[in-house]
């Protein structure tokens, strides 16, 4: 939401307007040169991901569908995790079943070279094939929006982006202000031969695209590497945001849910409870005379431990208990493991994590996102609302137009200052004369770099960066002059 020079002292007149003008525009600049590439890549890929349902079934047709078959019983969850190890060797660690009649069962199995997820036949039992867990082309897709693709610190730049994001908004808006003009306000004029086409393109997108670019910025804050890890932190203060009374008497393991299943982000770093049917004997120590089997317990342990209830009647407690479709059950792994139900439906509503007692399949723990505090249900409802899942296709469609909407608005910004920068330059806006206003709006942006320490630093990397074009104007044009 640039300005051409040109029609600068038409729309700014009084000295200390300019100066103010000026100093908006210049970090306006800098923020659209850092941000718009990470606009683009972000909708294209967040455009995409919208559609994450539609395509992976499109995509991996063969593996998630199968052919629905009438009044035909489900074969047993036994019997699918049975036929999924006998294809792919290894430890059955999750189960999620069909989220309609049309899917298939996923089996995430570990093995020595990483988990896979193999795809079963419901009905009849039959191994689809597999693919390496979260392999499909949308997760692909996801890791690319959100840069773990290219590790932990590619992350940062996310939140660094998003922070920009919300400064190019909030300058950009300063900019198109209308000042007595009748052009370009809402409106287009020219053709795109023309500069102030895309000057007015870049500035009607914009103002008509800001709300969605600072929300989808704020939301998408929880995914970030530092502000939104500790955030998470804090919103699961108390023991990870567990109810009052929920988990009394409930002895606690390390393990967190987010290690043993896909939750969402308020239960990441939830604690998973520990079976109370393992407390028989589990302080007993073998003397040195005593034999061991395979699992390091004597075989006189083993006979004093109480009998796990399987698989099938994990699952058929969870139905009865009345967890949605397409939950997934992560499996115990350990004497102490518990059977862990989740799922997350668009319905936020739905959203819900049962932890089973492995051997007596009493409900350890019943989250629901009603149980959620004020911040966990306000972010899960951002994080729904950003992901396009909340409200159904209308969320989609308005999402997926805003991210083609960003695309126009970063390439009509590119091309304006493409046809604007003078030969041979980067076309930075001019200084304003006052220095103190260009420093006196440093200082009030970092307010925000305060609240999001990344964007701070990188505020204050900017302003030096801005130090040191000066110098070297002043330096080029003094040697031009002499």
Known sequence: MSISSTSLGERVSAPSSLNLYRAVWRWHFYAGLFVLPFLITLAITGGLYLFKDELDNAIHSNLKRVDMVENASAALPSTIIANAVAAVTGTAVKLTKPADPGASTEVTVSTPDGKRAVYVNGYTGEVLGSLPDRGTVMWTIRTLHSLKYFGTYARYLIEIAAGWSILLVATGIYLWWPRNQTGGVVS??????????????????????????????????????????????????????????????????????????????????????????????????????????????????????????????????????????????????????????????????????????????????????????????GLEWGINVHMGQQFGLANQIVLALACLAIILLAV???????????????????MPQSKGTLYGLAAMLAVGGIIFPLVGASLIVMLFLDLAVQKLGQRRKTAATS
């Open 188 to 377: 287009v004029r020219g053709t795109p031969k023309k500069r102030v086409f895309w000057r007015d393109m870049h500035a009607v997108t914009g103002i008509f695209v800001g709300a969605f670019i600072v929300f989808l910025a704020i939301t998408g804050m929880p995914w970030s590497g530092v502000w939104g890890a500790k955030v998470n932190e804090w919103a699961n203060g108390n023991n990870f945001g567990y109810p009052a009374g929920v988990r009394v008497d409930v002895p606690m393991s390390g393990d967190r849910l987010n290690d043993v299943s896909k939750t969402s982000w308020s239960l990441e770093q939830a604690k998973i409870p520990t079976s109370e049917g393992h407390d028989h004997g589990q302080h007993m120590e073998p003397s040195p005379a005593m034999p061991m089997d395979h699992t390091g317990m004597s075989p006189d342990h083993a006979d004093q431990m109480p009998t796990p209830i399987g698989i099938d009647k994990a699952v058929a407690r969870l139905d009865e208990l009345g967890l949605a479709a397409g939950y997934a059950v992560a499996l115990p792994t350990k004497p102490e493991g518990v059977y862990s139900g989740s799922v997350y439906p668009d319905d936020l509503s739905k959203q819900r994590v049962i932890h089973l007692d492995q051997y007596s399949g009493k409900p350890l723990i019943d989250m629901r996102y009603a149980d959620y505090g004020p911040l966990g249900r």
């Open 412 to 430: 009509s910004g590119g091309v304006m200052w493409w046809k604007r920068r003078p030969k041979g330059s980067l076309g930075v806006p001019p």
